[in-house]
């Protein structure tokens, strides 16, 4: 599976951006996709999931102003983030995981290679 993000920038608190992950190869395999973020000096944390049926999961820092969306006829996967905030800066990474288990809790088998997202006051 290969993932390519796109999206990421530089916008001002308040704004809004829409980051897009384009999978190819395997995805028969994917389950669940995923949005990571790692901010400098912190650990990586999941921003939001959703599997193969719609459900979703959001990190709670996020809840109310992102929204995770899934199109699995062109293999794609958004995050639309609105209302942004200065601790929203991180690398962003795409990810699918073909495990079973918790939303929350899945384990991410192929990783994209991240998309900058910058949040300016």
């Known amino acids: 599976v290969q993932l390519v993000e796109s999206g990421g920038g530089l916008v001002q608190a308040g704004g809004s951006l829409r980051l897009s992950c384009a999978a190819s190869g395997s995805i028969f395999s994917i389950n669940t996709m995923g949005w990571h973020r790692q901010a400098p000096g912190k650990e990586r944390e999941l921003v939001a999931a959703?599997?193969?049926?719609?459900?979703?999961y959001y990190a709670d820092s996020v809840k109310g102003r992102f929204t995770i969306s899934r199109n699995n006829a062109e293999n794609t996967l958004s995050l639309q983030m609105n209302s942004l905030e200065r601790e929203d800066t991180a690398m962003y990474y795409c990810?699918?995981?073909?495990?079973?288990?918790?939303?929350?809790?899945?384990?991410?088998?192929?990783w994209g290679q991240g998309t900058q997202v910058t949040v300016s006051s």
């Open positions: 959703i599997n193969s049926v719609g459900i979703t």
């Open positions: 990810a699918s995981s073909s495990s079973p288990g918790l939303l929350n809790k899945r384990v991410y088998d192929y």
